[in-house]
């Protein structure tokens, strides 16, 4: 799994007006990991970004339903919503294309 | 003194930040550089230190009213939360594609400090922005000037908004109303506008 997320990962960040990637986990798993301890440190400590940097690319697979998420920060030198559309486009392609047991999350968190 | 809502700054502070600039970023801090909230604010505050530090030059600076300015800095922290998924379109029925409320924002914002002579406030969008086609409208407090023009400078920061949203987004915008709040001369305090 985690080598699927980075996979993803470094095909989202050459995508011509990405900039950033941030974690694309659910809040609550975030908040669990903290919890769990991982030395016991704070949400949102130099610790907790490292650990989460090998799942920045969320995949979540179900029985059913596989659901990709990915957050971007992109540059405001190209229309953000075609770079969106671009990180998705990639990420599909990565599955054979577009399929109904598959999500895929593209969420814009910063411009500029 | 006004307390600071700083819920979108993933558990930092806009003290914490501004320290952040005051180091030069460095060493990078990796809990502020992986939040979307905090990259926000901190564009946000760096554009704010640019324009204050030039219009409160000099000498004058230590007898200047401050106030608007830590009015502005404190609608960076609630304008930088994520709020609402604004949706992008996409052929493809399980694509689910947004930009966040707080991105949207952060452009709103950097499109009206970049025209010149003005500082925007506050932030807000009016309407379902989550509805795709939905009509919204985009409201923004400023601060303008000494010698600016007001009705010109509005007009600037409005075509800015309209210019940049029309490019990022698929927001389908109604109206960009500009409440200009004061007008700062270099070294002087706050006046209210006519």
Redesign the interface.
């Known amino acids: 799994m985690n080598d699927l997320s980075r996979r993803l990962a470094d095909l989202v960040r050459g995508v011509p007006g990405v900039v950033?990637l941030?974690?694309a986990s659910p809040l609550p798993s975030r908040i669990l990991e903290a919890a769990a301890g991982i030395g016991g440190l704070?949400?949102?400590?130099?610790a907790?970004?490292?650990k989460s940097a090998d799942n920045i690319v969320s995949v979540i697979e179900g029985d059913d339903l596989t659901a990709i998420s990915v957050?971007i920060?992109v540059s405001?030198t190209a229309?953000?919503?075609a770079v969106?559309?671009a990180v998705?486009d990639l990420i599909?392609e990565q599955f054979g294309g577009?399929?109904?047991d598959?999500?895929?999350?593209?969420?814009?968190?910063?411009?500029? | 003194m006004t307390e600071l809502d700083e819920t979108g700054l993933?558990?930092?502070t806009l003290d914490e930040l501004s320290d952040y600039l005051d180091r030069g970023r460095v060493p990078a801090?990796?809990?502020i550089?992986?939040?979307?909230g905090c990259?926000?604010a901190l564009?946000a505050l760096e554009r704010v230190r640019t324009v204050s530090a030039s219009l409160l030059a000099g000498e004058a600076r230590d007898t200047a009213d401050d106030g608007w300015v830590a009015t502005i800095i404190g609608s960076i922290s609630l304008d930088a939360r994520?709020g609402r998924?604004i949706p992008?379109t996409?052929s493809?029925p399980?694509?689910?594609?947004?930009?966040?409320e707080?991105?949207?924002r952060?452009?709103i914002r950097?499109a009206g400090d970049s025209v010149g002579g003005v500082l925007i406030g506050r932030c807000r969008l009016d309407g379902d922005v989550t509805i795709p086609g939905e009509p919204i409208t985009v409201h923004v407090d400023a601060s303008v000037f000494y010698g600016e023009r007001i009705p010109d400078a509005a007009q600037r920061v409005r075509q800015a908004i309209y210019r940049?949203l029309g490019?990022?987004?698929?927001l389908v915008v109604e109206a960009v109303d500009v409440t200009v709040h004061d007008v700062q001369a270099p070294g002087t305090p706050g006046r209210t506008p006519r």
Request: aromatic residues 2%.
């Open positions: 950033t941030y974690d704070a949400l949102g400590s130099t907790d970004v490292a957050s920060g405001d229309s953000a919503s969106c559309r998705h599909a577009p399929s109904p598959r999500t895929i999350s593209v969420r814009i968190s910063s411009i500029g | 993933d558990g930092h801090d990796p809990a550089e992986a939040s979307p990259q926000i564009r994520a998924d992008v996409h493809d399980s694509a689910r594609l947004s930009l966040t707080g991105a949207v952060g452009l950097a940049d490019r990022h987004t698929e």
